[in-house]
């Protein structure tokens, strides 16, 4: 199942640098999206969502940027900080009623490492 | 800030042998999810759950696995006969009715088939 694909497996920045994390989907019927932080041995954190009728969500130093007809997104982090090395997961979702919402598609998420 | 719990943390079995893995969602939630990670691979939804039935499943979701609400508070994953191929980290989720898409995790629970 590849359709939601984060193709750097691995992202290495300077603190007080810009993180920059991709995330590419295939269905077109996704109009919700997501980015959820993941720390080892713990449930993923929800970071911040953008739905399709927009093309930005900005939330702190969170920024989610949406272009639907290249079906990308991304997730920039300013500044970075050593406390956001983690993984970070892009999830899908298609809002076809009520008991849809929640079924999420993720990514294989990309592992951020800011150094000091 | 509330937060959903899930037990227990780790739990290894031997081969066909029943598990169940419990959760408590978030109090004022009324949709509730389970996801799985085997090592290395993508987080991925099995279930999901509403007004006492499953509202979704996925094909992974077959006959060995069920879900169960039996109190207010209680949300249980049972996977009848395990399988070598079950090992994987299983989170439980929850949502507030009318609110988007957004779901909270739990920490997962990790279970090793032997």
């Known amino acids: 199942d590849q359709q939601v694909k984060q193709n750097s497996p691995s992202l290495s920045v300077q603190e007080g640098r810009i993180s920059i994390l991709n995330c590419d989907y295939t269905?077109?019927?996704?109009?919700?999206f997501l980015w959820y932080k993941k720390y080892p041995a713990e449930g993923p954190t929800f970071l911040i969502s953008?739905?399709?009728?927009?093309d930005k969500n900005e939330d702190g130093r969170f920024t989610v940027f949406l272009n639907k007809s290249a079906k990308h997104l991304s997730l920039h982090i300013v500044p970075s900080q050593p406390g956001d090395s983690a993984v970070y997961f892009c999830?899908?979702?298609?809002?076809?009623?009520?008991?849809?919402?929640?079924?999420?598609?993720f990514g294989q998420g990309t592992i951020l490492t800011v150094h000091p | 800030e509330p937060e959903v719990t899930q037990t227990p943390s780790h739990q290894v079995t031997q081969m066909g042998q029943e598990v169940i893995l419990r959760c408590v969602p978030i109090?004022?939630?009324?949709?509730f999810y389970w996801y799985r990670q085997i090592l290395g691979q993508k987080v991925e939804f099995l279930v999901s759950?509403?007004?006492?039935?499953?509202?979704?499943k996925s094909e992974i979701f077959d006959d060995q696995f069920s879900v169960e609400r039996p109190d207010g508070s209680n949300f249980t994953l049972k996977i009848r006969s395990t399988k070598l191929e079950d090992s994987a980290m299983y989170f439980c989720?929850?949502?507030?009715?009318?609110?988007?898409?957004?779901?909270?995790f739990g920490e997962g629970s990790w279970l090793t088939v032997v």
């Open positions: 269905n077109s019927m996704f109009d919700y």
């Open positions: 759950f509403y007004n006492n039935e499953i509202s979704e």
């Open positions: 109090s004022n939630h009324l949709y």
């Open positions: 953008i739905s399709s009728i927009k």
């Open positions: 999830a899908a979702s298609h809002n076809a009623g009520g008991t849809s919402y929640g079924k999420l598609t």
């Open positions: 989720a929850s949502r507030p009715e009318l609110v988007g898409n957004t779901i909270y």
